[in-house]
């Protein structure tokens, strides 16, 4: 019954072009992001070396400066309070949202719904949804001229746009998303049982949701931080949008190097970027073990 | 069995409708002030209501070559998403097996999410610009004279954007095949069907309807990527990159204008996206089971 078709093919055949693109566009390219952090340069060529200058020159009077921070040492520190910031934030209103969702509304069809409409702006303009804020947080946005009217303030306020708060109120716009979708499919899958157990022993709602519902929920909880972790420490838009490109991010040092054509300091930059991005999921992967939990 | 709603609903519902308000609020903003008089600016009030900017936006007027990059995005994100779609439900008829190296494929995918897209954006860079070099220094006479580079939208963007929607695809997939009840399959095989012809008419109309989410996530990741195509898109910009670039230096609700028409082109995929779900479940509910008709 041996037809020719990719449907007897083996299983690493049917694999075989996905791997392709992942081995060509992602494997290898990440070594040649290793390999070049090593390299030398002048102003005009890359030069096969292998040197510690970019990574030397990255890290450039840190010891000097301590008690005080360098500039790399700063914009890290910087980046991890958005991340930080970002993550609690999304965690708090996905968590609510994902809860509403899971056990307050009664039919698939209507949490399906929800939920969908929650998904929608996801695969909209991520750029778009960021300039949409400036009608609203510009200096004579509606929110100023809102709040002039109501007399709580003579002066519009500065801090609104091209600031730290616009930066995080876009991201938390932006990737909410990532937690509400996998906190909602970890609740879905609790059994509503177990909620009618701890009531009738006697839980009080918040007992309930900290020992049954959030132990349960951990998987989502978790594979959502991930997702808003590692898209803040690497992001360099949504910084660069929202800051009014005025505020310095992990992301955004590998951008500037590049717009300089510098590449290996380019490329320690993200060696370095992505040495704290594993060791943040490291420190998760301690929390809660998650091949266990997919 | 507790009776009626309890009042933390009500809480929770306004916090629901506020989320609402908050994720589809600023879009509505802008889609109002696209439709600004020629006198409005990037607030409000309204000066007027006209299709001034629209105009303009079409007419190309001030803006680089807006219609070419256009043109460009929707055949690229076409393009990718019939790759994405392709390749994911290739890989997850694998996943069903056993491989050599299943579990590395499946850490490389999810890596390819985890790892920061500026640092994948770079790789790539650096492999084109380093073949580049190779190729013009090493390369055969009539290859390396004339050569400029081998970035482009359809080499290393393209492989840039696969990098960030396989991943999506692929746990899709797993979705699928988790709830995909094998016995159906069996029992096509029972009754003589060859591989081809169970994928034909058996699976393939069964999953159909979640293949479309594939595409539709394909289709959307790859229209709206910045991050992975920044570095690696080569001398022609895809739409989201220019658009990016004129929010320093536009200042006329032409951006708007822009906005709103991105966001239109997304949200007719999406409706087709959804309308075709949805035509498909309902085929498959009416064609699905022949329970109670007799023999045929």
């Given at each position: 019954m041996k037809t020719k078709d990719p449907f007897t093919l083996p299983a690493w055949a049917q694999v075989g072009p996905f791997a392709f693109v992942f081995g060509l566009f992602f494997i290898i390219p990440l070594a040649f992001v290793v390999m070049v952090s090593f390299w030398d340069y002048t102003e005009y060529s890359l030069v096969p070396d292998f040197t510690l200058r970019s990574y030397v020159e990255t890290f450039e009077g840190c010891y000097d400066q301590l008690p005080g921070l360098c500039t790399i040492l700063k914009t890290y520190v910087s980046t991890v309070k958005f991340c930080f910031l970002v993550w609690l934030f999304t965690l708090l209103i996905g968590f609510t949202i994902a809860y509403f969702l899971a056990f307050h509304v009664q039919s698939v069809t209507m949490q399906m719904t929800l939920a969908l409409i929650s998904t929608i702006p996801f695969w909209t303009s991520n750029v778009i949804r960021m300039i949409s804020w400036i009608p609203l947080l510009g200096r004579n946005g509606l929110v100023n001229q809102g709040l002039i009217k109501l007399g709580v303030i003579k002066e519009p306020l500065e801090w609104l746009l091209y600031s730290d708060f616009a930066v995080v109120l876009a991201f938390v716009h932006l990737f909410t998303f990532f937690m509400v979708i996998p906190i909602f499919n970890s609740m879905a899958r609790i059994d509503k049982r177990l909620i009618e157990a701890a009531y009738d022993a006697g839980a009080t709602g918040w007992q309930t949701l900290w020992t049954v519902i959030i132990p349960l929920a951990k998987p989502g909880i978790v594979i959502g931080s991930i997702f808003v972790i590692t898209i803040v420490m690497g992001d360099f838009v949504t910084v660069g949008v929202m800051g009014g490109q005025q505020i310095a991010s992990a992301g955004k040092i590998i951008e500037t190097r590049l717009g300089a054509l510098q590449f290996p300091p380019a490329a320690a930059n993200a060696v370095i970027l992505l040495a704290v991005v594993l060791l943040i999921i490291t420190a998760m992967n301690r929390v809660v073990d998650i091949r266990k939990e997919l | 069995m507790r009776e009626g709603r309890p009042?933390?609903?009500?809480?929770?519902?306004?916090?629901?409708?506020?989320?609402?308000?908050?994720?589809?609020?600023?879009?509505?903003?802008?889609?109002?002030?696209?439709?600004?008089?020629?006198?409005?600016?990037?607030?409000?009030?309204?000066?007027?209501?006209?299709?001034?900017?629209?105009?303009?936006?079409?007419?190309?007027?001030?803006?680089?070559?807006?219609?070419?990059?256009?043109?460009?995005?929707?055949?690229?994100?076409?393009?990718?998403?019939?790759?994405?779609?392709?390749?994911?439900?290739?890989?997850?008829?694998a996943f069903r097996k056993r491989f050599r190296g299943q579990a590395l494929v499946f850490y490389v995918t999810v890596a390819s999410l985890i790892v920061p897209s500026i640092v994948t954006s770079l790789g790539i860079a650096l492999q084109f610009r380093l073949f580049d070099d190779f190729i013009k220094t090493y390369g055969p006479e009539w290859l390396s004279e004339g050569y400029t580079t081998a970035m482009g939208l359809y080499t290393s963007g393209m492989g840039a954007h696969l990098t960030w929607t396989l991943p999506f695809g692929l746990l899709i997939m797993f979705a699928i095949f988790n709830r995909f009840d094998t016995r159906l399959e069996e029992a096509a095989r029972d009754l003589g069907a060859t591989p081809w012809q169970t994928f034909r008419f058996v699976i393939l109309p069964i999953i159909l309807p979640s293949l479309v989410g594939v595409g539709l996530f394909g289709f959307t990741l790859s229209w709206d990527e910045i991050a992975r195509s920044s570095q690696s898109i080569g001398e022609k910009n895809t739409l989201p990159l220019e658009l990016q670039a004129l929010t320093t230096t536009v200042t006329t609700p032409e951006i708007y204008a822009l906005g709103t028409v991105t966001t239109g082109v997304s949200f007719v995929v999406i409706g087709v996206a959804l309308a075709s779900i949805l035509t498909l479940r309902a085929r498959q509910a009416r064609k699905g089971s022949d329970a109670g008709k007799g023999l045929v």
């Open positions: - | 009042g933390s609903f009500y809480w929770l519902l306004a916090f629901f409708c506020a989320f609402l308000l908050f994720l589809y609020g600023p879009m509505i903003t802008i889609f109002v002030l696209s439709f600004q008089g020629p006198e409005g600016g990037l607030t409000f009030p309204l000066r007027g209501l006209s299709l001034h900017w629209f105009e303009k936006l079409w007419n190309g007027g001030g803006i680089v070559d807006i219609k070419g990059a256009f043109v460009r995005s929707v055949f690229m994100s076409l393009t990718v998403m019939a790759a994405t779609v392709v390749l994911s439900v290739l890989a997850g008829l």
